[in-house]
């Protein structure tokens, strides 16, 4: 079920499913603008999609189907920790960056404001994230990590742009 909250300066969106239940909160300056519609995302699979488990999407890329690129970089990760890279992309168009390691990596991909782009994980232990993105010029910050935070390990990212 889901129940919306509006109040003076806030919404409050809460979905409730057979065994988890999730709230947002958001702050607005409401204006005298009379009424306004909301389309919101079907949430008829709340339940079999999050089973309180709140990973992001996974995909484990094949590594033949992948680009034969040079590694972007090499890190190994300690329990618990993360690794920063900055990526310069100077030429806008499609863009797969992955990795590849024994240990179930999580990647996250910012832009040079600080606005999310998006984010994926391997499915277990041995499996790789895949980012697949039209990326702009510009900076972006990818963040690296173990989705567990209890492995560690080395792994290589890779980045390749796909041609027109």
Not at 10 to 22: D, H, P, R
Not at 39 to 60: I, R
Not at 113 to 118: C, I, L, P, S
């Amino acid at each position: 079920s889901m129940s919306i909250t509006v109040e003076s300066h806030s919404i409050i969106v809460t979905v409730t499913g057979k065994e988890s239940s999730t709230t947002a909160q958001s702050t607005y300056a409401f204006l005298n603008i009379g009424q306004t519609t909301y389309t919101l995302p079907d949430f008829g699979d709340f339940d079999d999609h999050t089973n309180n488990d709140m990973d992001p999407p996974d995909f484990n890329p094949d590594p033949d189907d992948l680009p034969d690129v040079e590694p972007f970089a090499e890190g190994e990760l300690m329990q618990g920790g993360e690794d920063t890279y900055t990526l310069t992309i100077d030429t806008p168009g499609r863009y797969l960056i992955w990795s590849e390691s024994a240990i179930r990596l999580s990647g996250t991909l910012w832009d040079e404001n600080g606005h999310f782009v998006g984010s994926a994980t391997g499915t277990g232990p041995g499996q790789n994230f895949l980012l697949d993105f039209e990326l702009g010029v510009g900076v972006y910050t990818l963040i690296v990590d173990d989705w567990e935070d209890v492995n560690y390990g080395p792994y290589i990212i890779y980045v390749a742009k796909l041609e027109d």
